[in-house]
């Protein structure tokens, strides 16, 4: 729009606003994006209107909107029509068929997995690349450390922007980046272009990582949104997995190049289907294409949505969306501490990418094909805690159902409480079981409690963070992703070279250890914490 608007007061309101506006509503969170004191949407009357009925008759999606007195920047106040979901509107994405959600929810799952099958599908090739290149192994090591790296940077200029451009653009448009750098690595002449298509790789890839748990919010209710989640919890840590395991064995057989051409046709295919079967899911976005869609076809210019309100400069841009990831990290205590808990769990992850080639090749002679083999405990667990997810999901409902309105986020953190101790037990005994002289069976099953607590953990605080930020999950995700990508990308280096994998693997223990007391502090705190924060969620379902 020409001119910012500000709200003055409300007029009146027509028909029932839907439970899936919940993440538009123009709240504190929203903080300087608007001229005036912001606008806490009432709630709308049930009761027919012929205003109501002469809009769907101009536009068959649209079921109802509200008078506003908006005035202009320039003092001018003027009557406008802020479009809104109706009841059972087929563009609002909480009113999509299950199997239209679930078509979503997979693909982006699959296009998550793949990022972060990328990140390590080539850690069995890095010997390989360090020949090839006549260079270090700890240079080569940096085609893994620059791509996490990327991988922390990317979400908070793209994590924020999809709450301001939508979802779908910013996903086709990074993924499509992704694609076309993954091709100078696979037919990379020196290790210069290597590592510098790497870090671009890193940071446009990305964003489905960071955005998934916003598009998330936007598809499910959250009754419904405990089984998408642990999918989406898991998918991070089964492409890590499976990336050693596969690629170990395509190294041995087609070379290193092939590692990167195994990350081209699988993303390729994404693509293909993300463009098909993804459509956008952020309302704020879809209700502004309506509004303007109204003005065009109507000539009326008094068709406004509460995105439309958004201020659009580069300045605000900066100051509002691409600082609010780095806000939320340095003043919510949530989203802090559960950065760093996700930063140890990431490190324990990316270490065992270095330990495993050193304990299983070198300390015990295994092939690269046999040492991926070794992680299948560690995605055995994995998939144990997914298969669990729809009976924890089932408790959290049964406990839900004992609230009226909207139940404390706290609940989320139940599963974490009890599953975060088998993450430090895995730890020790992979640390003190990896010695040469003893059997190969103790570090590689040492992976299996570890993988459950994975999940639970992940995913309880996923679920955790975005029921506490429904307005900027999106952010409050991209500050976790730069924290635990950052500690990621440092244990890669520092793993063998500071403390030897025994004693990396303690001090990681230790500290995953203390992490235990994170979850109980805000299961028993968490509410008051909320109450002083101007960026949590409160409002109701």
Not at 41 to 69: I, M, Q, W
Not at 430 to 458: E, K, Q, T
Not at 482 to 508: D, E, H, K, N, P
Request: hydrophobic share 45%; net charge neutral; proline share 7%.
């Amino acid at each position: 729009m020409a001119q910012p608007l500000e709200i003055s007061h409300s007029n009146s309101v027509l028909h029932e606003r839907p439970a899936a506006f919940e993440s538009t509503s123009i709240t504190p969170q929203n903080e300087g994006l608007f001229t005036s004191e912001p606008l806490e949407v009432p709630v709308f009357a049930s009761a027919p209107s012929t205003n109501a009925k002469e809009v769907a008759t101009e536009e068959p999606h649209v079921c109802g909107y509200e008078l506003r007195d908006i005035t202009n920047a320039d003092g001018e106040v003027k009557l406008y029509k802020m479009v809104v979901f109706g009841p059972a509107d087929p563009e609002n994405p909480r009113n999509f068929s299950k199997t239209r959600k679930w078509v979503i929810t997979m693909t982006l799952s699959w296009v998550c997995f793949a990022v972060a099958f990328s990140s390590a599908v080539i850690t069995p090739g890095i010997l390989g690349v360090a020949e090839h290149f006549h260079t270090s192994e700890e240079v080569a090591l940096l085609t893994i450390t620059l791509f996490v790296v990327g991988f922390g940077i990317g979400p908070l200029v793209f994590g924020p922007l999809s709450e301001l451009y939508g979802r779908w653009i910013v996903y086709v448009a990074t993924f499509g980046v992704a694609i076309i750098f993954m091709v100078p690595c696979a037919v990379a002449k020196n290790i210069q272009t290597l590592l510098v298509c790497r870090a671009i790789d890193g940071i446009a890839i990305s964003v489905p990582v960071a955005n998934l748990g916003g598009s998330l919010a936007d598809l499910w209710h959250a009754d419904e949104r405990g089984v998408p989640m642990s999918i989406f919890s898991g998918a991070p840590f089964l492409g890590p997995i499976m990336g050693p395991l596969i690629g170990g064995f395509t190294y041995e057989n087609l070379g290193w190049r092939w590692l990167y051409y195994l990350q081209i046709i699988l993303a390729g295919f994404l693509y293909i289907c993300m463009v098909l079967f993804v459509p956008e899911t952020y309302a704020p976005v879809i209700l502004a294409r309506r509004a303007k869609r109204l003005r065009e076809s109507s000539g009326d210019n008094t068709y406004i949505a509460e995105h439309d309100l958004t201020r659009r400069s580069f300045k605000n841009i900066v100051q509002v969306y691409l600082a609010r990831p780095l806000r939320l990290l340095l003043t919510e205590p949530i989203v802090t501490l559960f950065s760093l808990y996700a930063a140890v769990l990431y490190g324990l992850l990316y270490m065992y990418f270095v330990a495993y080639p050193i304990v299983f090749q070198e300390g015990k002679g295994m092939s690269p094909g046999m040492t991926g083999l070794m992680f299948l405990p560690l995605m055995g667990g994995i998939v144990v805690g997914l298969v669990g997810s729809p009976f924890v999901n089932r408790h959290y409902l049964s406990l839900r159902a004992k609230y009226e309105g909207l139940p404390p986020p706290e609940l989320r953190l139940i599963p974490m409480i009890y599953g975060c101790w088998l993450i430090p037990m895995g730890v020790f005994i992979f640390a003190w079981s990896s010695y040469p002289r003893l059997s190969w069976a103790g570090p590689c099953f040492a992976g299996l409690p570890i993988g459950v607590g994975f999940v639970l953990v992940y995913n309880s605080f996923n679920n955790y963070i975005v029921d506490s930020y429904q307005h900027t999950a999106a952010s409050a995700l991209a500050a976790k992703t730069l924290i635990r990508s950052l500690w990621g990308a440092c244990t890669v280096l520092f793993t063998s070279q500071i403390l030897g994998y025994q004693w990396a693997s303690t001090l990681l223990g230790f500290i995953a250890l203390a992490c235990c007391l994170i979850p109980v502090g805000f299961y028993r705190y968490g509410a008051a914490i909320r109450k002083h924060s101007k960026y949590a969620y409160s409002g109701k379902e």
